[in-house]
């Protein structure tokens, strides 16, 4: 195993995909590509005047996630491990498997917030999506029960 794809939100249950990540890393000797996904405001066409502001926004978000992702990169947690990190914008499922076979990724590891069938069915789940499409074997983090009930 060489490569493992983190794809990261920034949520509680990150932290525990990041340990579980951090575990596989360190018994294959692999290296962890974090991957934050900032997905653009849907902009109608009524709001057209607000699309500059929109775009200023999604670039912002984008430099706080690389922000976050670099002091993800050096946290105890991922010590001694080779971290790589991106922070693209677009939509997490696309993006996610787009990165994947571009890194020709071994594994993926993500979370998921463990909401009902009814908020999937209706928001969609970004776990759901990859594993549905993923070019690889996907491991698929749960919160825990104390998170679970805060998200």
Do not use: W
């Amino acid at each position: 195993m060489k490569t493992i794809l983190v794809p990261v939100d920034f949520s509680k249950v990150s932290r525990y995909v990041l340990a579980e990540a951090a575990r596989l890393a360190r018994l294959t000797k692999a290296r962890l590509v974090l991957l934050h996904v900032v997905q653009p405001p849907a902009v109608v066409t009524d709001l057209a005047p607000l699309v500059g502001e929109a775009l200023q926004l999604s670039s912002e978000l984008e430099h706080i996630g690389r922000r976050h992702l670099h002091r993800i990169q050096k946290s105890p947690t991922l010590r001694g491990l080779k971290v790589d990190t991106v922070c693209e914008q677009g939509f997490p499922v696309a993006q996610v498997l787009a990165h994947a076979k571009r890194l020709k990724a071994d594994v993926i590891v993500l979370g998921s917030h463990g909401h009902g069938a009814v908020y999937n069915l209706v928001v969609g789940s970004t776990a759901n999506g990859v594993l549905k499409h993923a070019p690889c074997p996907v491991l698929v983090v749960p919160a825990p029960a104390k998170a679970k009930s805060r998200t």
